[in-house]
T-cell receptor, first 115, second 114 residues
Framework: AQSVAQPEDQVNVAEGNPLTVKCTYS??????LFWYVQYPNRGLQFLLK??????LVKGSYGFEAEFNKSQTSFHLKKPSALVSDSALYFC?????????????FGSGTRLSIRP | KAGVTQTPRYLIKTRGQQVTLSCSPI?????VSWYQQTPGQGLQFLFE???????NKGNFPGRFSGRQFSNSRSEMNVSTLELGDSALYLC?????????????FGPGTRLTVL
């Protein structure tokens, strides 16, 4: 069965510092990994995805994520945090060889950036 | 290009009633998926439609149903509403079903059951 774990409910970072939001996954085949962000009273916004190839994926708003197959991780990173990055972040996974579009989401990590 | 739109944005219903939510996908997208988001259960997959056919279904009771029209617009129906159905219902569209396509989400419909 596919699953995603986000071990931290909340991450607090000072503005200007680097940030990392952790994600580990479990799938039966090759993973197709996503990060989405949710602002208050909004739907989910797509940040980036990993399908295959380069382990470092660059996405929207200066975010990037590193795929690590041996550690089954896909951590989200940003070199310098902004107050406007404060939001709820979701890691998600799908088996790319499945015909289903169903995405399994992690429980979410609330990112709080202090000025 | 317009994004995924969902109507209505907010709904208040009472127990026992039924409700229909609507989702219009991004132009050219033929796959529509529905998710329920609650504080306790997080984001859970409801079902997916592609070319007017339900392809996958999550672990929800039969009170939850949906359909897709020939123009790819989708509706979700919940009958005999329960208090626990209060949630944010999110719709997502993709060009195709499965594979490597990205799902893009709408703003959601906030359903409150009293």
């Amino acid at each position: 069965a596919q699953s995603v774990a986000q071990p931290e409910d909340q991450v607090n970072v000072a503005e200007g510092n680097p940030l990392t939001v952790k994600c580990t996954y479990s799938v039966s085949g090759n993973p197709y990994l996503f990060w989405y962000v949710q602002y208050p009273n909004r739907g989910l916004q797509f940040l980036l995805k990993y399908i295959t190839g380069d382990n470092l994926v660059k996405g929207s708003y200066g975010f990037e994520a590193e795929f690590n197959k041996s550690q089954t991780s896909f951590h989200l990173k940003k070199p310098s945090a902004l107050v406007s990055d404060s939001a709820l972040y979701f890691c998600a996974v799908r088996d790319i060889y499945s015909s289903a579009s169903k995405i399994i989401f992690g429980s979410g990590t609330r990112l709080s950036i202090r000025p | 290009k317009a994004g995924v739109t969902q109507t209505p944005r907010y709904l208040i219903k009472t127990r026992g009633q039924q409700v229909t939510l609507s989702c219009s996908p991004i132009s050219g997208h033929r796959s529509v998926s529905w998710y329920q988001q609650t504080p306790g259960q997080g984001l859970q997959f409801l079902f997916e439609y592609f070319s007017e056919t339900q392809r996958n279904k999550g672990n929800f009771p039969g009170r939850f149903s949906g359909r897709q029209f020939s123009n790819s617009r989708s509706e979700m129906n919940v009958s005999t509403l329960e208090l626990g159905d209060s949630a944010l219902y999110l719709c997502a569209s993709a060009r195709l079903a499965g594979g490597t396509d990205t799902q893009y989400f709408g703003p959601g419909t906030r359903l409150t059951v009293l």
